[in-house]
Nanobody
């Protein structure tokens, strides 16, 4: 299993970024997926999840209305569109695989992460 995130960077408050996660080594379309973030000195925070077909999405209250999760099963890729970014969104963002029949805050594989920094 390999998950490789990209698309992070530094952006001013109010800006946007689109994260991508390329998945390989497993049947991507068979697994629900999550985005998780970890800010310096804090534990992992679940951000968003999407079901296998992409028709159901879930968000933490802190990002609801600003972030959009999506997936392209033909490309084995997970996305996170982040708009109206705030300094408190600064973190290392990971995509994570949710084990079959598990809750969205349970993950068995995750990538190395991509850094998002929101600062003026």
């Amino acid at each position: 299993v390999q998950l490789v995130e990209s698309g992070g960077g530094m952006v001013q408050p109010g800006g946007s970024l689109r994260l991508s996660c390329a998945a390989s080594g497993f049947t991507f379309s068979s697994y629900d997926m999550s985005w998780v973030r970890q800010a310096p000195g804090k534990g992992p925070e679940w951000v968003s999840a999407i079901n296998t077909g992409g028709g159901s999405t879930y968000y933490a209250d802190s990002v609801k209305g600003r972030f959009t999760i999506s997936r392209d099963n033909a490309k084995n890729t997970l996305y996170l569109q982040m708009n109206s970014l705030k300094p408190e969104d600064t973190a290392l963002y990971y995509c994570a695989r949710i084990p079959i029949n598990s809750d969205y805050d349970v993950w068995d594989y995750w990538g190395q992460g991509t850094q998002v920094t929101v600062s003026s």
